[in-house]
């Protein structure tokens, strides 16, 4: 099923004439005490090779972000935000205090153990970020802190720490950050003996790092400084300058971006070169480092692959001649080729019917992740052993999420996973593999929840093709199902991206105020294995958006939800859905949150000079091509706004998001605003500090949340201003 080509011929047609003309540029929302923003219509050609089009507001791209007028505009954007906002202060306050007492002040996450030290994370009441610590031997010697999240974020608006790595003699430890949210992000080394930083240092890094096992030396992956895209790996030895630091791998292909780990035998550090649809592993002796990386099994189109190593063999995760990936083993014998599929040997072989995921690889036995019907469970299979022998731990809800740890010791005899549903806080438990004995080791506290109250199950609705699309849904035991209910529904649908059903504490303020949360796991996503994946990208991305709609109503004719009361919630390429969703059905919905939505889909996909893009020809296609340039000008968002009317939106994004730039939001709703015939909301927030993930503290997360929500509950109660709302082509039920 293709888009609506009428959308496309629309806009060819009105062009700039509909933006002149338009009723509401300019205009004002008769309940808000501010204007609404307008931003300068300034034609602008884009070209490609089917022809050029006009975009109006391709001034607000600036990549410097010192541009005036493209900074008076966010800033006048996130003023009439504030006036929007300004009436229902008093209840985002409230939900925010709800929220943070949901949330235990004091917290420690399950420690784990390696090279001889037990290490966690803790949280403290009224801290922002999270303390790194240890302790030697055993939990009940004296705490080391060795990374105080609160005391390095000093100064910042806005901090990540990510990748932190100790050396395997204790000694050091070394971790990224970024302070501005663009994925730029700097090493810091410590001394852990001293507690004195190091000057070893580096700019412009992702965030994976790797010691070597003389302890010293440190493997990083550092960026390409233009597209961002992780591309270098470097060798550093401690105390040495900069200069002698050595580029050990180079990928000069913009298609690929490079990740770098070490196997569990700690025996090799794995440089990972990860396209969509192919991989190619490279590994470098952990004990002698000059030798030069050999690749492991050369790159081929749609092969995927990972390897780990044992100490005596590789395990290998592969979709060769398996759509839904196998695993497999071979020897680590000298000499020989371990990339020779001759002598791969299945350990799990593949199911059609289950998607083999993450893999964990110990010396007694072997974990993976398995999803069938839609829901992930954890399977184990001890050494020697057959699939058939393998078990499973319980599941005790209609929809939950059950996900493995990957626990650093080769010789560790207990296999972890964490488990959590729509209405459980995550538990952690370890289960003794010879015995079957099972120990929880960490339970997420939830102050005041009782699980009890709440039900959640997990439904399906049938998509236009006949699809079954699966969704998860949570809602209070005493909501009514008649028909009243407000209803939130979240999606995503891209990369293969699965949207677990797994608690959050924020969602339980509607949930207690009659709402009704669900998760649509639309094509896009591989909920239903590999082929649910391939069905919901580059040219049939089509069938994210008719499953999200199809979800919709099948809710509302089946009285979970009012027909006059939907809202949808996308972010990033879940902003893409929404944003497409409301081109093609506005009707259906009371409001709708696209959170740093990737909206101006064939623009960013035709400039290779924009981070991400190269990567991802093969999700959303490459517009060079003549039929995929065609498809994708058929639903990008940005493309398909026409005068009409749509329901409240609010949009936000971060000025220093790397993955979605701000402009494509901002000259979104800046079309929008141009052509839209209704009275509702239309808000633009910009953090003006952030990137693609938001504001970094756990507190000021919260409060993300509670705003959003506030907005929801404000659209809520107010009026919807479009004429005879909801209409009669929106499903209504029985």
């Known amino acids: 099923m293709r888009p609506r080509r009428g959308l496309v011929g629309l806009v060819a047609l009105a062009g700039l004439h509909a933006l002149a003309a338009c009723p509401r540029g300019g205009g004002r929302n008769p309940d808000v005490a501010a204007p609404e923003p307008v931003a300068a219509v300034r034609p602008h050609d884009v070209p490609s090779p089917h022809g050029t089009r006009t975009d109006p507001y391709y001034w607000l791209r600036d990549d410097t972000r010192k541009d005036p007028d493209v900074l008076a505009y966010l800033e006048a954007e996130n003023r009439y935000a504030r006036a929007v906002m300004a009436p229902v202060r008093a209840t985002e306050k409230t939900l925010f205090a709800e929220m943070k007492a949901r949330q235990p002040e004091r917290d420690r996450s399950a420690p784990v153990f390696e090279h001889g030290y037990w290490y966690y994370v803790r949280w403290e009441p009224g801290l922002q970020h999270a303390i790194v610590a240890r302790k030697k031997g055993t939990m009940d010697a004296a705490e080391q802190v060795i990374l105080d999240e609160n005391v390095e974020a000093k100064g910042h608006t806005y901090y990540d720490a990510s990748g932190a790595e100790v050396s395997p003699d204790g000694r050091y430890l070394a971790w990224t950050e970024d302070t501005v949210g663009r994925r730029q992000r700097t090493l810091r080394v410590r001394d852990l003996i001293t507690g004195a930083d190091l000057p070893d240092t580096a700019t412009d890094l992702a965030s994976d790092l790797v010691w070597a096992n003389d302890s010293k030396t440190l493997f990083w992956v550092a960026n390409d400084r233009t597209t961002l895209r992780s591309r270098y790996v470097t060798r550093h030895v401690l105390g040495t300058p900069a200069a002698s630091d050595v580029v050990v791998y180079d990928e000069a292909d913009e298609t690929f971006y490079t990740g770098l780990d070490i196997t569990k035998s700690r025996r090799y550090v794995t440089i990972t070169l990860e396209s969509t649809l192919s991989t190619e592993v490279w590994l470098i002796d952990a004990d002698h480092l000059a030798a030069p990386p050999r690749v492991f099994r050369p790159r081929e189109r749609d092969h995927e692959y990972t390897v780990d190593h044992d100490g005596a063999r590789f395990v290998i995760l592969t979709n060769w001649s398996a759509t839904n990936f196998r695993i497999m083993e071979v020897a680590d014998v000298a000499g020989a080729d371990p990339g020779d599929r001759a002598a791969w040997r299945?350990?799990?072989?593949?199911?059609?019917?289950?998607?083999?995921?993450?893999?964990?690889?110990?010396?007694?036995?072997?974990?993976?992740?398995?999803?069938?019907?839609?829901?992930?469970?954890?399977?184990?299979?001890?050494?020697?052993?057959?699939?058939?022998?393998?078990?499973?731990?319980?599941?005790?809800?209609?929809?939950f999420a059950m996900s493995l740890e990957d626990t650093p010791e080769l010789d560790s005899k207990a296999v972890r996973w964490s488990y959590t549903s729509l209405t459980l806080p995550e538990i952690t438990y370890e289960l003794d593999v010879a015995t079957r004995a099972r120990t929880v080791v960490d339970e997420t506290p939830a102050p005041g929840h009782d699980r009890t109250r709440y039900v959640s199950e997990y439904l399906h609705a049938t998509a236009p093709d006949g699809a079954a699309v699966p969704i998860s849904l949570v809602r209070r035991k005493d909501t009514p199902l008649d028909g009243t209910a407000p209803l939130l529904l979240y999606g995503y649908g891209a990369y293969g991206v699965n949207l677990d059903p797994s608690f959050a504490l924020e969602e339980m303020s509607l949930l207690d105020r009659g709402w009704i949360y669900a998760i649509a796991h639309v094509r896009g996503g591989s909920e239903l294995g590999r082929p649910w994946y391939e069905h919901g990208r580059r040219l049939e991305k089509i069938n994210t958006f008719t499953d999200f709609i199809a979800v919709t109503e099948h809710l509302v004719a089946t009285r979970y939800a009012a027909r006059d009361q939907v809202f949808a919630l996308g972010g990033s390429a879940g902003g893409l859905l929404v944003g497409t969703v409301l081109n093609l059905r506005p009707e259906l919905y009371r409001g709708v949150l696209a959170a740093v939505p990737f909206v101006d889909a064939v623009t960013t996909m035709l400039d290779a000079s924009i981070p991400l893009t190269t990567n991802e020809y093969d999700e959303w296609g490459n517009p060079a091509e003549r039929a995929v340039y065609d498809y994708m000008l058929g639903y990008s968002p940005y493309d398909n706004v026409t005068v009409r009317e749509y329901p409240s939106i609010l949009v936000t994004t971060g000025l220093w998001d790397s993955q979605v730039q701000y402009f494509e939001p901002a000259k979104w709703v800046a079309r929008l605003r141009a052509l839209r015939t209704d009275e509702n909301l239309l808000v633009l927030e910009t953090d003006m500090s952030a990137g693609h993930g938001g504001k970094s503290g756990r507190y000021d997360e919260l409060g993300e949340w509670a705003h959003r929500y506030a907005f929801f509950l404000h659209v809520s109660a107010r009026p919807d201003a479009r004429a005879g709302w909801p209409r009669a082509g929106a499903a209504a039920a029985p």
């Open 346 to 399: 299945d350990l799990v072989p593949h199911d059609a019917d289950a998607l083999v995921g993450g893999m964990v690889v110990y010396k007694d036995f072997l974990a993976w992740e398995e999803r069938r019907g839609g829901q992930q469970r954890v399977r184990v299979m001890p050494r020697g052993s057959r699939v058939a022998d393998a078990f499973t731990p319980e599941a005790d809800d209609p929809a």
